[in-house]
């Protein structure tokens, strides 16, 4: 367990409490600090109100695919983003059923209850079931150890290899062409756009307020704590490591007579690619490209091309949809991939909770614990211990 520094002031009811950026992780920490007593008040900064309800259509939490996927992202030496995605994946039940009561009329927040993970071809599926076998062989933050020092790590339910007849006993729709899949039943995905909403009306519930305006400079503001999640707005503001890594995703709606699109999430390497379709209410998402073009949001023909010739290898149904959407976002991504969360160690009155990269929506939970528990003087979450702040200083 990690303690982060807080000042004496940051004790119970720590006064106002401004948030930087009223995306995904603004508007969790604010519900969060809000409920917990961290704060007298609770303000958020945000300049983009254009979506339905005011939320803000700018940010990467609008585009994303909404996935809760640590076991399906698991790469060897990722072991601290393993472990944060882990917490996170395990507090999501919770958080759902606290937001309940302010999710808007319309379709649910969760939009799939598992996943798969498939690879195309030889080279591929190798690197799946490396990739496979060093998530199965790590421990799980969230199991304590047993008296003989071991930690049962992950579960069946997080992540076992199928075969082809029960990939496609769970998913008919898919083409007959996986050389490796795996299941994962703690998996899934949420609705980003419908968890944005939900989050507004929660903190509008509880007493949140917004001032609408890009914040130009953290030391101008009236605030006795400052919570910086302004994405990739956050490198300038605070002279963090986050960079923007842009992404392009394509939202289908179904047309009658179409293919019903797979159940849960499907992931796969296609062509060396990533590649991944997210069930919606009434469709699908498909993404997602990345590139480092900097401050770039077009979206691209060859990116469009590339996501549909992809999916329909694995999915051959998705000709009949509706194009309804492409769109482009910024992800947040720090060098190691891993948020930074915790005190600012030159300026104990900002707690930093941005460089979320590809995972934001995924670690959500966990950040808003951490948020609080930073302004409360508490323990954070174990995992959230590597994610602090004054590891670029230290490295
Ligand atoms: C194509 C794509 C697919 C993705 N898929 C997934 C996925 O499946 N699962 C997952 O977990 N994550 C996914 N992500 C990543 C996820 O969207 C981000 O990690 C997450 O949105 C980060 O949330 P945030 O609130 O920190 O930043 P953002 O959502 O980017 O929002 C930042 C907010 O800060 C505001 N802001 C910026 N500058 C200022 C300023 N100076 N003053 C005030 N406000 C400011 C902006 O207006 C914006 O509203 C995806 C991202 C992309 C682009």
């Not at 009811?13 to 995904?24: C, I, K, L, M, Y």
């Amino acid at each position: 367990m990690t303690v982060d520094p807080a000042p004496p002031a940051a004790r119970i009811g720590a006064g106002r409490v401004v948030v930087v950026g009223g995306s995904v992780i603004g508007l969790a920490c604010a519900w969060a600090i809000a409920r917990s007593g961290a704060a007298d008040e609770v303000v958020v900064h945000e300049p983009d109100d254009s979506g339905p309800g005011g939320v803000p259509t700018s940010g990467a939490a609008w585009v994303a695919g909404g996935m809760l996927a640590p076991f399906s992202e698991a790469w060897p030496g990722e072991e601290a983003v393993f472990a944060l995605g882990v917490d996170s994946l395990r507090r999501w039940p919770g958080f759902l059923d606290a937001l309940a009561p302010h999710v808007p009329p319309g379709p649910p927040v969760r939009t799939a209850g598992y996943t798969h993970m498939l690879a195309v071809d030889e080279a591929d599926a190798r690197d799946l079931d490396m990739a496979m076998e060093w998530a199965a062989s790590q421990p799980d933050p969230t199991r304590g150890t047993d008296p003989a020092g071991t930690n049962g790590g992950v579960t069946e339910a997080d992540l076992r290899r199928v075969t082809r007849r029960e990939l496609r006993e769970a998913e008919p729709s898919l083409a007959r062409v996986a050389r490796a899949a795996y299941r994962m039943d703690s998996e899934g995905a949420v609705d980003n756009r419908v968890l944005l909403a939900a989050l507004t009306r929660a903190c509008r519930a509880e007493g949140v307020t917004w001032v609408r305006g890009a914040v130009a400079s953290l030391d101008d503001l009236d605030a006795d704590r400052v919570v910086l999640a302004a994405g990739t707005g956050s490198a300038d503001l605070a002279g963090l490591p986050v960079r923007p890594v842009k992404g392009e995703v394509l939202r289908l709606r179904s047309r009658p007579g179409c293919e019903d699109p797979p159940r849960g999430v499907v992931r796969a390497f296609v062509r060396g690619r990533p590649l991944y379709l997210v069930p919606r209410a009434g469709g699908l998402v498909v993404g997602a490209t990345q590139y480092e073009h900097g401050d770039d949001r077009q979206v691209t023909v060859a990116g469009v091309r590339d996501l549909l010739a992809d999916a329909e290898t694995i999915f051959p149904g998705i000709g009949e949809y509706e194009l309804a959407e492409t769109i482009a976002g910024l992800r947040p991504m720090s060098p190691d991939n891993l948020p930074i969360l915790g005190a600012d160690p030159r300026d104990l009155r900002i707690v930093h909770a941005t460089g979320h990269g590809r995972n934001g929506i995924a670690l959500t939970p966990v950040t808003a614990a951490a948020v609080v528990a930073t302004l409360l003087g508490r323990a954070v979450p174990g995992a959230a211990g590597a994610a602090v702040p004054d590891r670029f200083a230290r490295s």
